[in-house]
């Protein structure tokens, strides 16, 4: 095999991320070779991309077991936990929603192999036994969310001390909507995103602010900052996706129109920079003014909640992720109200007890334990 084609296991192809990065592959396929696809109940379109990228594995666990013995244009069934594994993976993206990339990500790292990291619920679970996972294995953590992608971007060729972290939300859909106006929001609108189009799950954490608290998390043990090194500001038109300031006080940023491929692309090629057409382009004169603003905290309770909870550290945040999944997916079936959320999420909160001695285990059961929690609560 050419030493330039790397290998990768792309968890979720099927999903806005997955199908993105199946973009990028097709840019470059002498660059990047699929090794492994892996989706859910998307079963016609997870065949369509075995027939185009020809994978040697895939993973589907919505298949009948009769399915699952039958190849598929060549392409053998096999477990997640065989695929991260394989001997020609050497990346594996994790595009799926939810906790279920924790696993994967683990064994991956423990092999040795490197994640470009897009699913941040795993990172906001396990952070710290990530990042002591991934340093004892000499694999590496390549952050695909824009943000943490940002920041990446900005420190790469720096040996300075980092001062401070600036990260940048549109704000959601919601974001000049009174609290009268935000009771009568439906599920249609508040996936209208401003500029990014994403899944589901991620455009209501976003209208929530519940995905920038995800954010500042994910970078604290992505960067090894402290919690106050890092400060959100609301920047409408999402363009700068993230700033660092060093400690001299100068401040570097990393621009880009909102587009998911840019970010996946670096993380998939890194260290190298290549031309992609697909990709627009900044235009400084077109676009005219960049604003920021400070986070209203009372306009986003989840964010308040997903910071409070995300440093107190333990067990909290998979509680928090837990009961986040449960609250978004029972609004997108009109069971609860939008602002039902962070109420749902704080209850779910509240009665828990939390583990500070803690294993991969833990993290997966406190997560359950919410997701039951939060049903009960709904209910
Ligand atoms: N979308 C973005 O722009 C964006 C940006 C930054 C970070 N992220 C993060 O990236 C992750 C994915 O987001 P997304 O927006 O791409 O989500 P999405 O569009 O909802 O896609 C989710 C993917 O996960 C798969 N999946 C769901 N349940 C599964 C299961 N039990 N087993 C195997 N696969 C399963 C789905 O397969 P089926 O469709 O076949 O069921 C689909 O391929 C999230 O953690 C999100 O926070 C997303």
Not at 33 to 42: D, E, H, I, P, R
Not at 179 to 194: C, F, G, I, S
Not at 262 to 274: D, F, K, N, W
Request: aromatic residues 6%; contains cysteine; proline residues 5%.
């Amino acid at each position: 095999m050419d030493s330039r084609l790397i290998g990768i296991a792309l968890l979720g192809s099927t999903g806005s991320i997955g199908t993105q990065t199946l973009d990028i592959v097709r840019q470059f396929p002498d660059r990047i070779k699929v090794v492994g696809l892996s989706a859910n109940n998307s079963t016609k379109l997870l065949s369509s991309q075995i027939d185009e990228f020809k994978p040697k594995l895939f993973n589907c666990p919505s298949l009948s077991s009769e399915m699952k013995n039958d190849k598929l244009n060549g392409s053998k069934h096999c477990s997640y936990e065989d695929m991260v594994t394989d001997k020609d993976v050497d990346l594996v993206v994790t595009a799926t929603v939810g906790d279920i990339a924790l696993l994967p990500t683990v064994l991956a790292l423990k092999s040795g192999k490197n994640v470009a990291l897009a699913n941040k619920e795993s990172i906001v679970m396990a952070g710290q036994l990530l990042m002591d996972i991934a340093k004892k294995n000499n694999s590496k953590l390549l952050p695909v969310d824009s943000e943490p992608n940002a920041i990446w971007q900005c420190i790469r060729g720096e040996n300075q001390t980092l001062s401070k972290l600036f990260i940048t939300a549109s704000g959601g859909a919601m974001r000049n909507m009174t609290d009268q106006e935000k009771q009568k929001v439906t599920p249609a609108l508040a996936l209208k995103h401003p500029t990014w189009t994403m899944g589901p799950k991620i455009t209501i954490d976003s209208a929530t602010l519940m995905n920038k608290a995800f954010e500042v998390i994910e970078a604290k043990w992505l960067f090894d900052v402290e919690w106050d090194q890092i400060e959100v500001v609301i920047h409408p038109q999402s363009l700068i996706h993230a700033m660092v300031e060093f400690e001299d006080g100068s401040v570097k940023a990393q621009i880009s129109p909102p587009d998911m491929r840019l970010p996946i692309q670096y993380a998939l090629l890194y260290p190298e920079r290549m031309q992609n057409p697909q990709l627009g382009k900044f235009d400084p004169v077109k676009t005219g003014s960049l604003t920021f603003e400070s986070v209203d905290v009372n306009q986003y309770p989840c964010f308040s909640l997903g910071l409070d909870y995300g440093r107190k550290n333990g067990t909290w945040p998979a509680v928090l992720c837990g009961a986040d999944e449960v609250a978004v997916e029972s609004f997108l079936k009109g069971k609860i109200k939008f602002v039902d959320i962070p109420v749902v999420i704080k209850e779910t909160l509240v009665t828990h007890n939390p583990l500070f001695e803690t294993k991969l285990e833990d993290y997966l059961e406190a997560a359950e334990w919410a997701r039951n929690k939060a049903e009960e609560i709904i209910n």
